[in-house]
């Protein structure tokens, strides 16, 4: 028995990365996902990818009322974070402290 299949789940961060992947394998175990993201685009890719089996939000983690809001409108069983800032990939000198530090200061 599926422990996973006819539970509800929000992803936040859904679109790339870690919360993509937990997207895909979600769906596979019989999960209904809302998948949230910032960015239009990445959730219309998201939402093509599983041909419409995925509920998808446009909304921003950082503001105060996404969670209260989420989670009073779909009432979800299992929340999955997987947001942060994707970091600028460089050598060390290549960075000024501002920019070192943006995908922390985001993310924590």
């Known amino acids: 028995m599926n422990p996973l299949q006819d539970k509800s789940a929000v992803v936040i961060g859904a679109s790339s990365g870690v919360g993509l992947a937990t997207v895909k394998q979600l769906v596979s175990e019989g999960v209904s996902v809302v998948a949230v993201a910032r960015g239009r685009e990445g959730l219309s890719a998201l939402s093509a990818r599983f041909d419409g089996a995925v509920r998808t ?25 997987a947001a942060g800032v994707r970091p600028h990939m460089g050598t060390f000198d290549e960075f000024s402290w501002e920019a ?7 993310d924590t």
């Open 100 to 106: 070192f530090s943006s995908p922390w200061n985001a």
């Open 57 to 81: 939000v446009q909304a921003d983690a950082t503001d105060a009322t996404t969670a209260e809001r989420l989670l009073r409108e779909f009432d979800p069983q299992l929340v999955v974070l």
